[in-house]
């Protein structure tokens, strides 16, 4: 693990997501920019001492050098150094598992995926909520034609935690909001490539053909980084969408929902009350689908872990993912990545695409929200 | 009355909602377009037969000669017909409630306006739900300032009941698809006029500088008139908004919504449950507010029929605003109107904004989707 | 009308839902205990004064006397008062729409419930919840076998409006509370008889077999009258039931609800949201049914007034009564009450069984929450 | 590990929640009755095939003479077996997480409370649902008198998922409903004694003083166990409550509930949504609290694993009740339990109370439905 330190959630739930079902053991890190922390914290996880590192650097050398070295890197860190630190261990012949997002540009992106795909090495990003199973049973509705032809797909990632500027007092809000580590957005990277990848698991035919961003910095400080952005989309299909992203959606939570619309009915999905989804059937009663129910496709039911009615949480999507994660890595270990060639988990491709949306919003957007194409 | 005869819904409405409490009496009606069917239909209701005229040129002419002539008509005719008649009417000194869209162009509106301040005339308009009481709250609770600076207008009319080309079956439906009758827009105007509203009350400060809109005719036959559309704002202040409308929103029913942010808190409405309100601030629980609660303020109280708990429904919304009409009526027939000044009813002013509106939105999207000022 | 002077908002329910839809005018009441201030309020509401009298004795005698006299009188007075003002309305061969309780006793209902027999008159009480159409959709629903043998009744009315002594202050709780003006119950008789007749309405071949009560008066000064109790229930069929009702149900609205299970679904209705019912097939997702949609059985759509989306409130629910009122009031006439024998509408029958339900349970709760036979 | 063998999704649950955070570690197991298929899973979870033994009892006596033998035994067997493993467990100085029911009879369940207690030994009761944060939230209201004094405590756990003889075909559904491997009540037992160790810990001054229960087998074959049951309890300070189980709520999930009704306002809490509590204080807006939010008491967010917005679930309530075991575990080993005397956990005394509660209500319901005192 690179990253994740002491006081780091987002740390302990790759930790305890990767280690729930015993696929991934954690055996090395280097947890901390301050080398001595970083190692206390490994100890009290229980690593060996030897095998916490000052830096990513020293563990990608160590580990790829050791017969028994680690063949995974989780890496938990601020954004800007996914890129270098990614790049590291693919070089080092490690897989990684990597926060979003992946890179700063597109063609930083793309050069992670050339060299994974030389290696033939995995490279799994934390889009985390595409693990449950509901986007499952909705990927398999819209598959199987229950919703007819895909019109019109409607995201929404926001909340309203930082409609003051909190990053005056929060460290952890603060290089969220510093172009220098957090890239060229805040809310479209941060927050709406979630939904955005949901919809591509739920809808893999929809390609955008162009995209129109307007975005704004309620909280004048964080410009030219926004807090509030609204995308609208063009697919080749004729389909549109809109994405609404916000940190300053006063009050809200989360109020990441999809709604996938069709000729002949919708779906929507609430990641607040993920055990449920509405397939809403023009001219039929709205019917409320409930994770673990024997109506689902099976493939849906495929991952379940605890019979219906009891909720499941986020730890387990994530959970979920990292079990194909370790499957996948087993494949490409044995030369076979065909084989996991059905297997849905946010692969390169999922954290190129993301980046490249992006970079495309920013553009349209600093153009005065104007149409751009999207290539 | 001009129009809402025999099987017309929106006329036993606009019937039920003006005599509620008495402040109207229906004695006069051009129901039809079919002379003897519309007065066997006003004999119905009981009307003098003598009353029930083949055609509102000469309800006008024979009404305004009478001592006893009606002194306001509710007109509930196909759009296209909806400028003319009010002309008349204001023409022959009779007070209008007219169905929305009160014209096809920002032009005509205005003339329509110049009359009526001209004569001293009321011209309402049937943004009905805009009489329920936790709109006049939502109202009060931006200008106590209780969310803060208004940063978001997220607006909502989305049904799913013309998912198909239901016009080739139902009559009803197939005037409002064609431009003849319709005018330059479907959803824009039937449906996105009622949420545009709803927030200029809620909001009755914000401008907006420019547009920009989106527009599709998912069943294609439709076009030019549109069936889906997105609509991007931006407001004097700094304020964005959007507005999603639609009629092959499947599986949904009204879903008519309107989310106003501000920089402390927000507020969201749902017109398929509207007596309820859901205020949140930022860092409090979510409150859910009922119609009828002694915590509402009391001017949203003023309109209260029945206890707490129980649900009133558009009837009583649509009659708060007559009886509002008919003050402003006898205002302006005192030759008072500033007494009504404070007082909240979708006038003339309201219909020209809805009409302007819609008419830019079109421009928008007819360039291809671009920003366009707002004047 | 009897009652329902200045400041009684029940006495406008009955006024607007009467004249709602034509069937009703009002052209006589005694509408107060004060001569001069009901002779008043009649002539504010448009009476003749010579038609306002001075009590119900002189309205009946004076009234039954005329050719053009009262056919129908509504009863909104005190409960003490129903019997005797019911029993000389009949006597005076006037109809009667009565708010419940019908009476204190039993005994006293039969005796009104013959006297209607005799005379040939309808007498129509206030279940007023009963009116609404998706409650008919449910009655639907059980008699097409949709949920299979009934197996359980849960029955709830619970606010939580009268927490503290509110009567303190307050006139119109006061008479709630004394059993002079109230009669033998608080909760049971005010609240819990409207789920009970609903009930009814949706099981109508669950009879009774015996009951347990246990009542409570946790503001005590209101004992012996009760302002929170449970009802078990169990039916000649083997199925059981229970009821809540409460006064004291602490920050809740009116928590009406109504779930039937059956041996392979259930329903549930809530009276704060009544367009909706919602519909449980086991092994099947759970629908949400709206009013005013075509899937709703036939008989359920007959009473629609505005098209699905569109909220209906109370007013409607009662109105709708009101017609079958007047269907009923003309086929007794008629002299052929035959003809509205499949008419759903609360009568005199569910009055008797209201009162019956009442006195059973409080004679169980005062023998120290026993089981008593339901004769 | 006793039971919870192949295919054992509880055995699974048990397993994932104690090893999550560390605390534990499996080291031994006799999961099968069959010895082969037992040793094979125990090797599939990384046992030591030297650990895995036929049967508990030997388990216990080679553990307990191990110096490094198994301090702690989960017991995820038939509810026949709780009590003789416990006993044995307990007897070879191990302490003990078992399911619920902990016994048969409260003469059992007391007599493992007085052998844990001489032996200084912790049992814990798998009363997994009570590890919800919201639920310590729910109790810190009622302890700091936000409630007001406590009058009612409504408590339900009803599925729909044994509606039919599923147990004509479903091994697992079989023995629940046989009184052999059952014991004395089917859903008394096995759903309702969550929500009553729920509601004892939101509100730990309640006694109840004596209770009535009515229970119902409407699949016949499963008598003289009961597949619905309704309970009305009456507390020592003049409090009342009920409880609804069933597993023929034909349709519904879970819908295990609990409201507690005080003087001022209440509290709802809905196990399908667990990541919300709703409060409602009379005469003030209800307000929507959610897990992780700062405006929680500082105890109910010491469990607190991720964000707040993000869901958690059941299995990250059975964790947190681990974490507790753990201390408790430690601190009675190390001769301190003083020190855990304010830890919230289902302990021993919980188990004998859940037993004694069920064995109360089988004695009256099988009267007939009386009043019997609670001792």
Redesign the interface.
Known sequence: MAGGGKGS?IG??HR?AAM?D?YFDLIAGAFDLDPGRGRAFGVEL?LDPDRCYPDYAAMFATEAARPDGIRCVTIATPNNTHYPITKAALQAGIHVICEKPLTFTTAEALDLQAIAAERGLVVGVAYGYSGHQMIEEAARLVADGT??EI??V?LQFA???H??AVELDSPAARWRVDPASAGPSYVLGDLATHPLYIAQVICPDLKIRRL?C?R?S?VASRAPLED?A?V?M?YDS?A?G?C?T?A???????SQKVRI??????IEWW?????QLR????????????RG???LHPQSLADD????????????AWANLHYRFALAIEAHEDGDPARVADLRYPGIAAGVEGVRWVETCVRSADA????VDYV
């Open positions: 959630q302990y739930v305890s729930r015993g229980g919703l007819g019109r019109i409607n909340h309203g935690f409609s003051a129109l307007s704004q309620f509030n609204t609208l063009e004729g549109v809109t609404w916000s300053v959606n006063a009050g809200a939570m989360h619309v069709g000729s002949r009915g919708s990641d607040e009350h993920p055990n397939l809403e059937i023009q001219g039929e009663p709205a019917r409320l689908l409930d129910m024997p109506y872990r605890i019979g219906a009615g009891h909720p499941e949480g986020l730890f387990e005065g929200g104007i149409w």
